[in-house]
């Protein structure tokens, strides 16, 4: 039996995710704001539809609801570009999507028989595993809303941020050198890549208890950081010599020297205080050797949280030091694809979360995981120091 509680959780995750494009006009909810995103209203068929190919397709054999929206709605099998184009007006997805959670909800209140004994079932797995989907398509939503307000011009009422670059706090706290249980704890929402739950050595290690604000980043771009190869990597500088990068993503220049910061609600005042969100692992490993320090390996990062060193941890996606990759023991669940192919040595992990990461996926064992060059996520860094 499926708690209440669990149902609720899901029920809030569906409508978190449709209010976003509810009050959407045509173009917004089919247009792709970023190469790398796909439209909004994509998004949204693409949950309903992962939803009820599990319930349905994979667990009841009953492919009605599915079987026609393959080629729209599995990722593999349409380019983003071509995603937009595909989709129905957005009232007709809106009453599908709706008609068909509400539907979902209460097969999962009265299960038959073969969707009650199912393995998937168990512990809540997949209503979890739903939650925990929708979720992250709803950070990766907002990633989209601020792209969206960012190649529309600011509002001259609004007064920019200006701030002056500030030295970065001094101030780390050592871990020692240890062995430390990395992993999940035996959580049933965990995903495969979490587990199996297992011992490392760690240390020692120091590690900044804050996340680099905005008005450290401006120390670096004061001192030309985004034009002195030796702060790069091979691979990094080449991506930059692409592209005349000069701050983060989500920063906008004003003509007098100010900067404004950008969102899914539009332009604001860039606070000095904030973690600095928007950069790539190319730009933050290049930060921190500007600033004599490293980035953290997520082993380090996932033990210096469950001791409590990261006070702000949660603020911004943190990249780590190395790329993504299974764990001793790593069994693929509840399919082939879910991690396995990002294991390429091309991804990197992040730690921690955003404004806009929801509870069900805010845990020290979650991990995201992105190519270097990705700069459209809410993500800055944290520095770590040997020793």
Partial sequence: MIRETTLAALQEAQALTGALVESLSDHDYRHQFHPGLSPLGWHVGHCAYTESYWLREVILSDDRSTAALHDLYVPERIPKPLRGPRLPPLPQLLRWTHDLQRENLALLRS????????RLLRNEYLP?????????????????????????????KLAPGHFAARTIAARA????????????????????????????TVGPVCMAPRLISNAEYLGFIDADGYRRPELWSAEGWRWLGEQPLRHPEYWRASADGG????????????????PVCGISRHEAVAFARWAGARLPHEYEWETAQRAGILADAGAAWEWCANPFHPYPGFKAFPYEGYSTPWFDQDHYTLRGGSRYTQAPIR????????????????????LAFDG
């Fill in 363 to 382: 845990r020290p064992s979650f991990r995201n995981f992105y190519t270097p060059d990705c700069r459209y996520l809410f993500a800055g860094l944290r």
């Fill in 259 to 274: 900067w404004y910061g950008v969102d899914g609600a539009g332009y604001h005042d860039l606070s000095a205080d904030a």
């Fill in 173 to 200: 706290v050592a871990l020692t050198k240890g062995d430390y249980i990395i992993g999940s704890d035996g959580s049933p929402a965990a995903y495969d890549n979490e587990l199996p739950s297992h011992r490392v």
């Fill in 111 to 118: 299960p038959p028989r073969a969707m009650a004994q199912h």
């Fill in 128 to 156: 979890w595993f739903l939650i925990q989907h929708y979720s992250q398509h709803f950070e990766t939503m907002q990633m989209i809303l601020a792209q969206r307000s960012g190649q529309t011009p600011p509002s001259g």
